[in-house]
């Protein structure tokens, strides 16, 4: 008997004829199943034209889904490509910090809720189960990332000075981070961590060159005369600045 007889015969029309138009995805012995299942209910030509319609509407919902999740990776591209081009420190015209910093915040606020949705699975099940499992090397694994780099984004697009403190300690400790997992990465020939500093997932060598390169930029920005002009920043600023950066950084090497 075709092991797959009996849990088709609760498939639906248009599951079936899924089965047979698509036989590439399928094993051979599913689709004769299918195709016996099919002859066996004796549809008619209307129930199979139904069948067909309803498929064809998915196909055509899949390709729009398709359409519209590649048109916000282009705009996404298009950010990245628009800020890392603010931010590249050899230009022919003089970047506008006003525009850039709104841009770092902008991106910023991104990153983060693109944190809480990939992890919002874990964040979950520490709520739900794992109340009593929530260590300092876990706590500041999420606090980092949602609760430091959206207050310094806001902060610092709002021309706060403690929004540039917190916001340039963040992207020192950023870097230093990922050079770590970079020298790591050529040290023992594997891929960067599972994320670098807790905000984007495991990426390529290649990729992590890239993050370095933009938070190099990032960093280059902040500490540019005009853009320290604006958040009116002293020396001090400036060691509070890297005291928090390093501190970050400590409590992403605990647990």
């Not at 910023?108 to 090397?137: E, P």
């Not at 606090?143 to 992207?171: D, H, N, Q, T």
């Not at 060598?205 to 933009?214: C, I, L, P, Q, T």
Request: hydrophobic share 50%; proline share 4%; charged share 20%.
């Amino acid at each position: 008997m075709n092991q797959f007889s009996p849990r088709y015969k609760k498939l639906s029309n248009a599951d079936l004829l899924k089965i047979i138009d698509t036989p590439a995805d399928y094993q051979p012995e599913a689709i004769e199943a299918a195709n016996d299942e099919l002859i066996a209910r004796q549809l008619t030509d209307d129930e199979l034209f139904a069948a067909r319609e309803e498929n064809e509407t998915l196909r055509q919902e899949a390709l729009l889904k398709s359409a519209k999740t590649k048109a916000w990776e282009n705009k996404a591209q298009d950010l990245a490509y628009t800020i890392t081009d603010t931010l590249n420190p050899i230009q022919s015209e003089k970047p506008s910090a006003p525009k850039a910093i709104l841009w770092i915040s902008i991106l910023m606020v991104l990153l983060t809720l693109y944190q809480l949705y990939s992890q919002f699975g874990l964040l979950k099940y520490m709520f739900t189960y794992g109340s009593g499992k929530w260590s300092f090397a876990m706590t500041m694994y999420f606090f980092r990332p949602l609760i430091v780099a959206p207050i310094a984004a806001v902060l610092f697009a709002l021309r706060e000075k403690y929004g540039w403190v917190l916001l340039s300690g963040y992207f020192i400790y950023l870097a230093v981070n990922t050079l770590v997992l970079l020298y790591l990465a050529f040290k023992h020939h594997t891929r960067p961590g599972d994320a670098v500093a807790g905000v984007l997932p495991a990426v390529s060598v290649d990729s992590m060159v890239g993050w370095a390169v933009f938070n190099a930029g990032c960093l280059y920005f902040m500490f540019k005369d005009d853009v320290r002009e604006i958040y009116n920043i002293d020396l001090k600023s400036i060691v509070i600045a890297a005291g928090f950066g390093v501190l970050l950084t400590l409590s992403s090497m605990v647990g």
